[in-house]
């Protein structure tokens, strides 16, 4: 049975408080939506900006009940809410994606099962969970990349080994915790798609998205026209939405892919959220993917996105904030805030700043999205902005 769309006027709920909360609640708002954020931090990017904010921990039964009550659905902004809060909230209120896709993209190991399951190549891997397990690798797989199963990202719980030895000391150094160990592929590109699937069955992608990581971070996402072969392309959508297709998917998702040097195309990971990946659809596409998310949430229709200037999307990261001397100021001080005037008199440059209250090496403060008449436009504006924040 169908349930009738949640029009504006409802209140969407979401569990975290980060950046992608923050969107999220930006997106819901702007459609005439109360919003909800459950965060047990007093200042998170979401939560501030938020309607309600339910303060707790993720798995605090009175504030799921709260979250719950105050909300006529719910979404998540990151893959690691405990499965049982997920089942807490489901039992009262529709709850999209739902926990059993959630707990699969928590998981590489579940994860790289799905794929298999769906027939979508995935990077040769073994699972390590024990001592035998360990022992049994085969030598193809080295050198490789031993992953935790379970709550790494942006490079976290990974290291690169060469050797059975060196894998057997990162192993111990990752406290011998269930992890995998994937072939180290030689990669020409990185990729992404993003989809998002509604309650009936009804899906629409983004464009492929091309992605530059810097030490295991995003860096720079790339979308326009010809970014890359359109018979990758073509592959790299067919493959994302059977990945959705496959979990009976609700909610927008982001499968990311690995182009190997001889053109194969591998899928990497999935995120059952928005994706730092997406971020360029905020300028540059006439939905967002942040829009969609509520659509999907919400219930209602879902418009293939059209990208409506080629785009470059530049991370921001906590460093930014730093002085040549290594001293870290407040984000509000300053001597050390980028300077953002001489960024914003650049055509076609958008800031998006996450108003997080303190900048670390490495974590993520906003992005910058350029836009432009021609691919050839952006990347110089993008380089004059490189530049200036040097
Ligand atoms: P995270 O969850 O931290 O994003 P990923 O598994 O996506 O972790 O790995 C981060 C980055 O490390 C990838 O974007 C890619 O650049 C590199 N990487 C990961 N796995 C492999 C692999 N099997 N071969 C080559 N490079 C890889
Ligand atoms: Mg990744």
Redesign the pocket.
């Known amino acids: 049975m169908t349930q009738p769309p949640l029009l504006p006027g409802a209140t969407l709920g979401v569990m975290g408080g980060g950046q992608l909360g923050r969107m999220f609640v930006h997106a819901a708002q702007s459609m005439g939506y109360f919003t909800a954020v459950l965060d047990p931090d007093a200042s998170s990017p979401a939560g501030r900006v938020s309607h309600h904010h339910v303060q707790t921990d993720y798995l605090d039964a009175q504030g799921l009940a709260e979250l719950a009550r105050l909300c006529d659905a719910v979404t998540t902004e990151f893959e690691n809410v405990p499965a049982p809060a997920l089942a807490q909230l489901a039992a009262q209120r529709p709850v999209a994606p739902a926990a059993e896709a959630v707990a699969i993209a928590q998981d590489r190991s579940a994860e790289k099962a799905h794929f298999t399951r769906i027939g979508v190549p995935c990077?040769p891997y073994a699972e390590i969970t024990d001592q035998a397990s360990l022992e049994r690798v085969g030598a193809q797989l080295l050198p490789g990349?031993l992953?935790t199963a379970r709550m790494?990202?942006?490079?976290?719980g990974?290291a690169r080994v060469r050797t059975r030895e060196e894998l057997a000391a990162a192993w111990a150094r990752l406290q011998r915790v269930p992890c995998v160990l994937?072939?180290?592929?030689p990669?020409a590109d990185?990729c992404s798609v993003i989809v998002a699937r509604g309650r009936d069955g009804a899906m629409v992608n983004f464009p492929v998205q091309h992605n530059l990581?810097r030490d295991?971070i995003l860096a720079v996402t790339t979308v326009h026209e010809g970014v890359l072969p359109a018979a990758i392309c073509e592959k790299a959508v067919a493959a994302a939405r059977a990945v959705a297709e496959g979990l009976a998917y609700v909610g927008v998702l982001c499968v990311?892919f690995?182009v190997l040097q001889d053109g194969r195309l591998v899928v990497?990971?999935i995120a059952p959220r928005p994706h730092n990946s997406g971020h360029y659809s905020i300028d540059a596409c006439d939905v967002s993917q942040f829009d969609l998310q509520v659509r999907t949430l919400a219930g209602l229709p879902l418009v293939a996105p059209r990208l409506h200037s080629p785009s470059v999307m530049l991370n921001l990261l906590g460093d930014l904030w730093f002085d040549a001397n290594g001293q870290r100021a407040q984000v509000s001080a300053e001597a050390v805030t980028p300077p953002w005037d001489a960024v914003l008199a650049l055509p076609g440059v958008h800031l998006h700043l996450y108003g997080k209250l303190k900048a670390a090496r490495a974590r993520k403060m906003g992005h910058l999205n350029v836009t432009g008449a021609t691919p050839e436009a952006v990347r110089a504006t993008a380089l004059r902005v490189a530049a200036i924040l040097g």
Not at 152 to 156: A, E, I, V
Not at 182 to 185: A, I, N, R, S, V
């Open positions: 990077a990349i992953k790494g990202y942006d490079g976290k990974q994937e072939q180290m592929l990669l990185e990581h295991g990311e690995f990497n990971e």
